[in-house]
């Protein structure tokens, strides 16, 4: 089962930029589909990004599109968020989740999970 560890969470003032990272063990990354999800204080985790295996197929929840953008690095078992003009609501633990076939939207389809990585967005 691959194992997999966010980085790159910090705290940054609203308009700032982030990139977060996720690592993944093992020699099987490229055959994984990924994605990013958030779960913000008091709320239900919510979808962000996922990206399919060969990075042909990208998705986007709608209150990140224009803003974020989700890539992988298959050579080095790593995918990435690139997170521009962020906002006080962008605040939340941001993980990232593998599944074996395509990417999705919806947090149950994922079966491996990263910890998490903390974002704060100050106004």
């Known amino acids: 089962q691959v194992q997999l560890v966010e980085s790159g969470g910090g705290l940054v003032q609203a308009g700032g930029s982030l990139r977060l990272s996720c690592t993944a063990s093992g020699r099987t990354f490229s055959t994984y589909a990924m994605g990013w999800f958030r779960r913000a204080p008091g709320k239900e985790r919510e979808f962000v990004a996922a990206i399919s295996r060969l990075s042909v197929t990208r998705y986007y929840g709608d209150s990140v599109k224009g803003r974020f953008t989700i890539s992988r690095d298959n050579a080095k078992n790593t995918m990435y968020l690139q997170m521009n003009s962020l906002k006080p609501e962008d605040t939340a633990v941001y993980y990232c989740?593998?599944?074996?076939?395509?990417?999705?939207?919806?947090?149950?389809?994922?079966?491996?999970w990263g910890q998490g990585t903390q974002v704060t967005v100050s106004s």
């Open positions: 989740a593998t599944r074996g076939v395509g990417p999705s939207t919806r947090d149950y389809d994922y079966d491996n």
